[in-house]
């Protein structure tokens, strides 16, 4: 699972050949360490549909998400075909 972004203690990854609906593994903390909080965020709307996260690290992970939906969208699809995400993700 390719590592896309990192930024304000978040981790964002997105799985190979994952599910619909196009979506984005959000970590607050080191993934797969205990005590790591984690959520999928629906890269078309920004919204949690799975996990849980505190607010202030959603509400900083869907706008980042806002911000970046395009690249995000066609690096998922890459992602689904088992290619690595070419976009380079940057927070402002």
């Known amino acids: 699972m390719p590592r896309i972004g990192s930024?304000?203690?978040l981790v964002v990854k997105i799985?190979?050949?994952?599910?619909?609906?196009?979506?984005?593994?959000?970590y607050a903390g080191r993934?797969?360490?205990?005590?790591v909080q984690?959520?999928?965020l629906s890269i078309d709307t920004g919204e949690v549909i799975a996990g849980k996260l505190p607010q202030a690290?959603?509400?900083?992970?869907k706008s980042w998400c806002e911000e970046h939906r395009e690249a995000?969208?066609?690096?998922?699809?890459?992602a689904r075909l088992g290619l690595h995400p070419t976009g380079r993700y940057h927070s402002s």
Do not use: E
């Open 7 to 9: 930024f304000d203690g």
């Open 15 to 26: 799985y190979f050949n994952d599910h619909p609906p196009p979506h984005i593994h959000v």
């Open 31 to 35: 993934p797969r360490h205990p005590g």
């Open 38 to 40: 984690a959520a999928r």
């Open 57 to 61: 690290k959603i509400a900083t992970a």
């Open 72 to 78: 995000l969208l066609a690096d998922w699809q890459r």
